[in-house]
């Protein structure tokens, strides 16, 4: 990208020199405003009963239909007193009538005004009554909710096992019961069955590595042999590579074992420190801003996850390419954003990236560099600690993936 140009919309702006600290972000382009919007009563309406809870729109039920029930109540008693006074004066003669007519008016508004004011206490009382009982009648639906969300932040083990009448509430918890067995069961199979067969496979890999290396160590060897030794052993490594990735796939899915204070900076650090020497041999460009960025999590994971993103960024740069790579705070939340240069992905291409087994174009396309796994453990890890991660194309190519993972006193919480 050159210098002075605006990123297409869609993609994000490279970091250029001397602005390694400050975080990408995606403009979204701005869009037209409807020609038929509505008013602004209305949307204030809208918008207040929209966000009105359950128990809320109950008591307004409530509230009224007594007052509906309330005023037709009036309109009967002002008719019946009407009708009585009017038939206990018939008998009198008409100078008599005219005489009481006033009076007869008073006590019809007396009437009227003391019913509507009896009318206007008595609601008040029924609504903060019906706010009660919505309150007990939801309270089994509040246990769910919490029930729920407990289990899709923690296991599916638990069960709501709601006691009680044999009511629609209660035959929504056994139906919510049942779906969590269901579930337990099919996701505990799959991770089994994922976890088996990767350490089935480990051995016979093993045995193979061990006899071609011993194969390709004797003296007589050929060099065609030679060359098919160490085509087999690269398809080994692969597959090795391929079924720790499935392991770790399959351990990241899993609830959360361990839980420590863990610096995501110092995870950064740690990383780059690994692959040093593979970054001093390439020509690429390392730009770093480490910053301070607790959370609390399971430290192996986030190494991987690191791993993971710095691995990609090497794996699929190009030549003469920049590696820029930032932890610390972004909006709010500890967060690691690594930006890498590269070919240029489309964005309708970039969801495809954390599919397992999925490439995008180019050289994402050799199978022999990467199991394809790689931005698949990077989200389940994250979704294993309650995170979010984003991916946007770089204008000029390459790619910006963003980390936000729940802080320490938020996770402590919880």
Known sequence: MRPGERPEPGQVEPTRPGDTGTWRRLTEPATPRESGERSAASEHLH??????????????????????????????????????????????????LLAHRDLIEEV????????????????????????????????PLQKITRIARRLSERSLHERIALSGPEDEIRELADT?????????????????????????????LA????????????????????????????????????????????KSDRELEVRARVDLGEVVGTVLSQIDGELEESDLTLRQDLRPAHVLGDPVLLERLVGNLVENAVKYNVEAGEITIRSGLYEGMPAVQVENSGKVIPAYEIEGLFEPFRRSTGDRLDSGRSA??????????????????????????????????????SSERR
């Open 372 to 409: 394809g796994l790689g931005l698949s453990i990077v989200r389940s890890v994250v979704q294993a600690h309650e995170g979010v991660v984003t991916a946007w194309p770089r204008a000029g190519g390459g790619l910006v993936v963003t980390v936000c993972l729940p802080a320490v006193e």
């Open 108 to 139: 019809l508004t007396l009437v009227t005004r003391f019913s509507l004011l009896a009318l206007f206490l008595v609601g008040l009382l029924a609504v903060a009554l019906g706010y009660v009982v919505a309150g007990r009648a939801l309270s």
């Open 207 to 250: 045995i193979s590595r061990t006899l071609l290396e011993v194969a390709l160590s004797a003296p007589d060897v050929s060099s065609d042999l030679k060359t098919v030794g160490q085509t087999l052993l690269e398809t080994n490594a692969r597959h090795e590579r391929l079924i720790d990735g499935l392991l770790l796939l399959a």
């Open 47 to 96: 918008r207040f009963t929209d966000n009105l809870s359950l128990r809320a729109r109950l008591t307004l039920i409530y509230g009224m239909l007594f007052f509906a029930a309330g005023s037709v109540l009036v309109l009967v008693n002002y008719l019946i007193v009407a009708l009585l006074l009017n038939a206990l004066l018939t008998e009198d003669s008409a100078a008599e």
């Open 176 to 204: 919510f019961d049942g779906m969590l067995e269901r579930l337990d069961r099919a996701f505990d199979g799959q991770r089994r069955f994922v976890a088996n067969a990767s350490h089935e496979l480990r051995t016979p």
